[in-house]
């Protein structure tokens, strides 16, 4: 015989394996500290003046 299977139960645990899914995404995209979100900004301000001196033509 089939298994009999609480609706409720099952969409609940459905839901909270959701919610765990993106809290383990927002962990790793917004788990950073101060320190490397000023040295990503530091990096990304090199990058751009670099590019930006390496500029033949200059717009005015």
């Known amino acids: ?17 959701k919610a ?4 383990a995404e927002n962990r790793a995209k917004f788990g950073r500290t101060k320190a490397q979100k000023q040295l990503d900004k530091a990096e990304a301000e090199r990058r751009v003046r670099e590019v930006e001196s ?7």
Do not use: Y
Not at 3 to 11: G, K, Q, T
Not at 20 to 23: F, L, N
Not at 54 to 60: F, G, P, V, Y
């Open 20 to 23: 765990a899914q993106q809290a």
């Open 54 to 60: 390496a500029r033949l033509e200059r717009e005015d």
């Open 1 to 17: 015989m089939a298994e009999i299977v609480n609706l409720r139960l099952a969409r609940k645990a459905r839901d909270r394996a």
